[in-house]
């Protein structure tokens, strides 16, 4: 197994833009063909847009786009400007009167950081278009994770910069990556250690404090510690090996150990954890080994949202301290 480049996986493109003083942004993910995609999301509180498409008993047999940004609920608006850019060069499904761009979306909540009512927009989605490339592969404070944090159980003032993620591996011939944005409402491990990375974090002292016991505390009240802050870790696996939507949720669900295996506490219901996995390809593979790379890799990616992130509106990150 060697490390390789995520466009190595070709058949797609990666588009940012963000509003770095609002503290916001989108990422697209624009693929050069309708691909199939499935999804599997166990997050209490996501915020998606055409997810349903993904299910195996709808007709559709694949996406153009996906669609990754901030703005939690009022960030769906966005795709608007991706399905725009689609529908002007002609691509999306053909209904015979005209051609309809299939995109989905997902948002993470950064509403925290920033301006609260400035969130991504048809035109931020639009410009993500324009910008995107397979040659340029950005991580940390870019796209949707400008506004990412993590360790949020007592509030944003003992909470860490995160961002975005990448990692990618070649075995045999079978290619698999992941991207991730790590907006989790717990602290993150590297699980080949089970050092913390980042999380909950006391800036005076300068120590790390438990979100796990932090939760725990809460057993008997009635009150929600954490609902004034909405959390997500969105994640994207892409494949070279060939699978139906149906195949494509199940490696999904199996990319969703890695989550567990990196942020704990996870799959709040305070959060919106949301995995999708895309079929870019022909080879022939076994689906479970597949499901235990997306997982290696999702880890990966995760541990990178961790350190390549640097410090951004007064939230240290794992690079300062």
Same mark, same amino acid.
């Given at each position: 197994?060697?490390?390789?480049?995520?466009?190595?996986?070709?058949?797609?493109?990666?588009?940012?833009a963000?509003?770095?003083?609002?503290?916001?942004?989108? @990422?697209?993910?624009?693929?050069?063909?309708? +691909?199939?995609?499935?999804?599997?999301?166990?997050?209490?509180?996501?915020a998606?847009?055409?997810?349903?498409?993904? @299910?195996?008993?709808?007709?559709?047999?694949?996406?153009?786009?996906?669609?990754?940004?901030?703005?939690?609920?009022?960030?769906?608006?966005?795709?608007?400007?991706?399905?725009?850019?689609?529908?002007?060069?002609?691509?999306?499904?053909?209904?015979?009167i005209?051609?309809?761009?299939?995109?989905?979306? @997902?948002?993470? +909540?950064?509403?925290?950081?920033?301006?609260?009512?400035?969130?991504?927009?048809?035109?931020?989605?639009?410009?993500?278009?324009?910008?995107?490339?397979?040659?340029?592969?950005?991580?940390?404070?870019?796209?949707?994770?400008?506004?990412?944090?993590?360790?949020?159980?007592?509030?944003?003032?003992?909470?860490?910069?995160?961002?975005?993620?990448? +990692?990618?591996?070649?075995?045999?011939?079978?290619?698999?990556?992941?991207?991730v944005?790590?907006?989790?409402?717990?602290?993150?491990?590297?699980?080949? !250690?089970?050092?913390?990375?980042?999380?909950?974090y006391?800036?005076?002292?300068?120590n790390?404090?438990?979100?796990?016991?932090?939760?725990?505390?809460?057993?008997?009240?009635n009150?929600?510690? +954490?609902?004034?802050?909405?959390?997500?870790?969105?994640g994207?696996?892409?494949?070279?090996?060939?699978?139906?939507?149906?195949?494509?949720?199940?490696?999904?669900?199996?990319?969703?150990?890695?989550?567990?295996? !990196?942020?704990?506490?996870?799959?709040?219901?305070?959060?919106?954890?949301?995995?999708?996995?895309?079929?870019?390809?022909?080879?022939?593979?076994?689906?479970?080994?597949?499901g235990l790379?997306?997982?290696?890799?999702?880890?990966?990616?995760?541990?990178?949202?961790?350190?390549?992130?640097?410090?951004?509106?007064?939230?240290?990150?794992?690079?300062?301290?």
């Open positions: 197994m060697k490390e390789i480049n995520l466009f190595a996986i070709q058949g797609f493109k990666i588009g940012h963000q509003d770095e003083k609002a503290g916001t942004g989108i @990422s697209v993910f624009l693929f050069d063909d309708c +691909f199939p995609v499935g999804v599997d999301i166990r997050g209490g509180g996501p998606s847009r055409e997810t349903p498409l993904l @299910s195996p008993y709808m007709g559709a047999n694949g996406l153009h786009a996906l669609v990754l940004s901030g703005g939690s609920a009022f960030g769906l608006d966005a795709s608007g400007g991706v399905l725009q850019f689609l529908e002007e060069r002609n691509i999306g499904f053909d209904t015979g005209t051609k309809v761009p299939l995109v989905c979306q @997902s948002c993470i +909540f950064d509403l925290a950081l920033g301006e609260k009512n400035i969130r991504p927009t048809k035109e931020m989605a639009y410009q993500a278009c324009i910008n995107a490339d397979n040659t340029t592969l950005l991580e940390g404070n870019i796209g949707v994770g400008i506004g990412a944090s993590v360790g949020k159980m007592q509030g944003m003032d003992f909470a860490m910069k995160s961002g975005v993620g990448v +990692f990618a591996v070649e075995y045999n011939g079978i290619q698999v990556g992941a991207f944005v790590n907006n989790a409402l717990g602290d993150i491990y590297n699980p080949e !250690t089970n050092k913390k990375l980042i999380g909950m006391d800036r005076k002292h300068k790390f404090l438990s979100s796990n016991e932090a939760l725990l505390s809460t057993i008997q009240r009150e929600n510690l +954490f609902q004034p802050v909405t959390n997500t870790c969105l994207i696996i892409f494949t070279n090996a060939q699978f139906n939507k149906a195949e494509l949720g199940k490696i999904s669900s199996m990319a969703h150990n890695a989550l567990a295996k !990196t942020i704990s506490p996870v799959h709040t219901m305070a959060d919106g954890d949301t995995i999708y996995t895309v079929s870019i390809g022909k080879k022939k593979a076994d689906i479970n080994a597949i790379l997306s997982t290696l890799v999702m880890e990966k990616a995760i541990v990178r949202s961790a350190t390549q992130a640097t410090s951004l509106y007064g939230l240290p990150s794992y690079q300062e301290i």
